[in-house]
């Protein structure tokens, strides 16, 4: 049974930085590919980052790039998002995601992690 589980989420000032990660277990995870979303209070879920667990290659939303960064530890089956200079904006629910490559819907979902950013 795959598992996603985010952690990492956390109240921080304006300007500050976090690190959330996704620990991924129940089966391979080689030929997935991996993101994150993120959902503000009354808003749409949006992607922020996806990574390629083969590859490494990655791509980002506009309004992250630059400031947030997208990782993966092969070794702790682990997804990464590093994120810098941080915005009240920012705020929102924060979740891990994994699908097939080749597949255009994400299948499996963590429970999500609180990111606040204060001003």
């Known amino acids: 049974q795959v598992q996603l589980v985010e952690s990492g989420g956390g109240v921080v000032q304006a300007g500050g930085s976090l690190r959330l990660s996704c620990a991924a277990s129940?089966?391979?995870?080689?030929?997935?590919?991996m993101a994150w979303f993120r959902q503000a209070p009354g808003a749409e879920r949006e992607f922020v980052a996806g990574?390629?667990?083969?590859?490494?290659?990655?791509t980002y939303a506009d309004f992250v790039k630059g400031r947030f960064t997208i990782s993966r530890d092969n070794a702790k089956n682990t997804v990464y998002l590093q994120m810098s200079t941080l915005k009240p904006e920012d705020t929102a629910v924060y979740y891990c995601?994994?699908?097939?490559?080749?597949?255009?819907?994400?299948?499996?979902w963590g429970q999500g992690t609180q990111v606040t950013v204060s001003s």
């Open positions: 995601a994994g699908r097939p490559q080749g597949y255009a819907e994400y299948a499996f």
């Open positions: 990574i390629s667990w083969s590859t490494g290659g990655t």
């Open positions: 129940g089966r391979s995870f080689s030929s997935y590919r």
